[in-house]
Structure formats: structure tokens, C-alpha cells
């Protein structure tokens, strides 16, 4: 299963157990439209973010392939500190004050112990189109309240 999968799935289940509580028939329907949402994102390309993770299992680090999609989405390999190009395939929009974009590694395991006990998802900080830093992912629901499953506003 490609990464991008993993995050829809990841994010469609979340989606799921939110509403599973008490499932009326408009709630039902919001599930469905999410999963639509996010089926048809998977169709498009996603950029990387190469940044050092760390394993939660050796506690060493190791260069991490962060997927994400933010500016033209089109394959696009940033570090910290790079400037977000614009253009092509476009998501999102550019020149935001502060942006908090979904990022999910591309690999399953820990390359230096092999380990599947790593962290997956992330939260990329993007101010002004510059990205600052990376951190685990707090909380995947406040993608899905913006009603958009890639990044998240937090100041205009
Ligand atoms: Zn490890």
C-alpha cells in the first residue's frame, strides 16, 4: 500500500470512530463524503520532506522521507529552512502566515533496527512558505474539522 493510502486510511478510520458513537443518517453521509475526499486525494502526487526521526524503539535517528502535499504538489524534495515552490498542481495557497500541513514517513520500519515501532504521522510548520520544523503529529482530527486533509490554516 503507497504511504499516501496510508495516511487516508489512517485518516478515514479516525473519521470513522469519531462518528460511531451515535451513527444518525447525516452522520453517515459525512463519512461518506470524507472517504470520498480523500479517495480522490489519493489520485494526485504528493512532495517530500527529508528530515531526521527518531525511532521510538532504538532511540537513534535516521533521515525520514516525509510525504506531504503543500504548494505544487509534484515529487518536490524539501529540507528544513527551503522555500515552498508554487505553480504546479498547486494545494493550498501561498504566502500564509502560519501553516500546519499533514506529513506522513514513508517507511514502515526503523532502518536501523527494523523496528515497525516509529512515528508516521506528522505536523510540518510552514510560515510564509518557508518550512520551519517538523514535529509527531498531535491530533489528525483538526485535518478533518477544516474540512481539508492536508494542511490546516493556523493564521492567515
Ligand atoms: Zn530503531
Keep these: 500500500m503507497a504511504k499516501s493510502d496510508k495516511s487516508i486510511h489512517n485518516i478515514c478510520l479516525a473519521s470513522i470512530k469519531r462518528y460511531t ?3 444518525t443518517k447525516q452522520k453517515c453521509s459525512r463519512v461518506g463524503f470524507i472517504l470520498i475526499t480523500m479517495l ?3 489520485m494526485s502526487a504528493y512532495n517530500l520532506l527529508i528530515s531526521e526521526v ?3 524503539n532504538c532511540y537513534r535517528q535516521y533521515p525520514g522521507r516525509i510525504q506531504f502535499k ?3 504538489t509534484a515529487y518536490l524534495q524539501y529540507h528544513i529552512g527551503d522555500k515552498i515552490q508554487w505553480g504546479v498542481n498547486d494545494t493550498g495557497t501561498s ?3 502560519k501553516v500546519k500541513v499533514y506529513g506522513i ?3 514502515d520500519k526503523c532502518p536501523l533496527c527494523n523496528s515497525n515501532n516509529i512515528v508516521e504521522d506528522f505536523d510540518i510548520f510552514i510560515n510564509n512558505d518557508i ?3 517538523v514535529k509527531e503529529m498531535e ?3 483538526c485535518y478533518l474539522k477544516e474540512g481539508n486533509s492536508e494542511y490546516v490554516v493556523l493564521e492567515r
Aim: hydrophobic letters at 35%.
Design 105 to 107: 514517513v514513508e517507511t
Design 139 to 141: 491530533n489528525v482530527e
Design 131 to 133: 518550512i520551519l520544523n
Design 21 to 23: 458513537g451515535n451513527l
Design 70 to 72: 503543500f504548494g505544487s
Design 40 to 42: 480522490n486525494k489519493k
Design 95 to 97: 504566502g500564509l502566515n
Design 54 to 56: 527518531s525511532c521510538l
